[in-house]
């Protein structure tokens, strides 16, 4: 029998502490490691793309997923597909899942991961040169001051995470959609910015996830101790910082130097493999120190694996499984 399940049932089902621990770990063991995920797209007669990611592995653990997505910017969600989950012992099709929502947690919730490995505490940072200081007193002590650029699924899910990982004093938000952003605040709190320009001008780190293919921000607009992920760039001819800022980064750090060169932050740069510092898989098992000093300016551009995928998959079919919860069918019965 295959289990499937729907956006409703996933959020149901998933939680964002378990799924940050297993994706952590998914790092710590280095993914796909010995059997490279791979990422295949094309362009489409229609105005989107087609992308497939392949297979999604984890070291011990007996199945595999393949994803397929369709993206149309204009169309919400922009991201629409499936993730397969198979048994890696003979193929049995266990679950079918909507991959906008399982793309979504892994992508946001692994960004989550990188901005806090790289990003200074907001007690570290001196002020911001405006009358403002990056680490705003809150009731929890000192947190940090969270720009976002783009007011997406994708953005919920990194302030969500970040929340769990560390204080969060107040919220800066800037989308080209006002209704979009406004919603945005209603949901996670903090104030509207007018530009990308205005976020970075503010926030301690600042967290892009757009549809961009211009830069957003330049070197200009970052200060020193500033924190960038950059979420938007998990394709060709997408681009969220200009590449001047790229190069000046103390640490830029990507999930997959070779991904990131093919079709991710480094391609949009034209920089090589070797011009990123680190990944977070080596930054979280503690084989490069990631930020040294408060002042350094550092920049996480993940492009995504197949391996989360299977991650958090997994992690809704055990649940699902153990509830009972979604619709199951026999897809090679007579009717």
């Known amino acids: 029998m295959t289990r499937i399940l729907t956006r409703g049932d996933l959020l149901t089902l998933l939680d964002p502490d378990a799924c940050l621990a297993a994706l952590r770990d998914g790092f710590v063991q280095d993914g796909d490691a010995g059997f490279p995920g791979q990422r295949i797209r094309t362009e489409l007669p ?4 087609a992308t497939a990611l392949i297979p999604g592995l984890l070291p011990g653990i007996d199945a595999y997923t ?35 929502t399982i793309t979504a947690w892994r992508t946001g919730l692994a960004a989550a991961l990188g ?51 560390r204080p969060v004093s107040d919220l800066i938000i800037h989308d080209v959609s006002p209704e979009r952003a406004a919603a945005f605040r209603d949901r996670h709190g903090g104030r509207l910015a007018g530009s990308a320009a205005e ?16 830069p957003l921000l330049t070197l200009s ?19 969220e910082l200009a590449p001047s800022m ?34 977070l898989g080596e930054i979280l098992r503690g084989d490069h120190p ?10 996480y551009g993940p492009v995504g694996l197949p391996w989360q ?27």
């Not at 405006?130 to 650029?149: C, I, K, L, M, T």
């Not at 995928?309 to 897809?331: C, I």
């Open 246 to 279: 790229l190069r000046a980064a103390d640490v830029l750090a990507v999930d997959d130097r070779p991904l990131a060169a093919a079709m991710g932050v480094l391609a949009a740069a034209d920089l090589p493999a070797e011009a990123a510092h680190a990944t």
């Open 115 to 165: 901005t806090d490995a790289l990003a200074a505490r907001g007690s570290d940072l001196a002020g911001d040169g405006s009358g403002e200081v990056a680490g705003q007193v809150s009731g929890d002590g000192v947190g940090d001051v969270v720009g976002v650029v783009g007011a997406g699924a994708q953005a919920d899910l990194v302030v969500t995470g970040l929340r769990r990982l």
């Open 66 to 100: 393949v994803k397929v997505n369709a993206k149309f910017p204009a169309a919400r969600p922009a991201l629409r597909g499936v993730i397969c989950l198979h048994d890696g012992q003979d193929g049995e099709l266990l679950a079918l899942l909507d991959s906008a």
């Open 199 to 214: 976020v970075a001008a503010h926030a301690s780190i600042v967290v892009l996830a757009t549809w961009s293919r211009t």
């Open 46 to 49: 229609f105005p989107g793309t």
């Open 290 to 299: 990631g930020r040294t000093d408060p002042d350094q300016v550092t920049v």
């Open 309 to 335: 995928d299977l991650a958090l998959s997994l992690l809704a079919y055990r649940e699902a499984e153990r509830r009972d919860l979604g619709l199951t069918v026999d897809l090679l019965g007579d009717s």
């Open 221 to 239: 607009d970052v200060r020193p101790g500033r924190h960038l992920t950059t979420l938007g760039v998990d394709e060709p001819g997408k681009q």
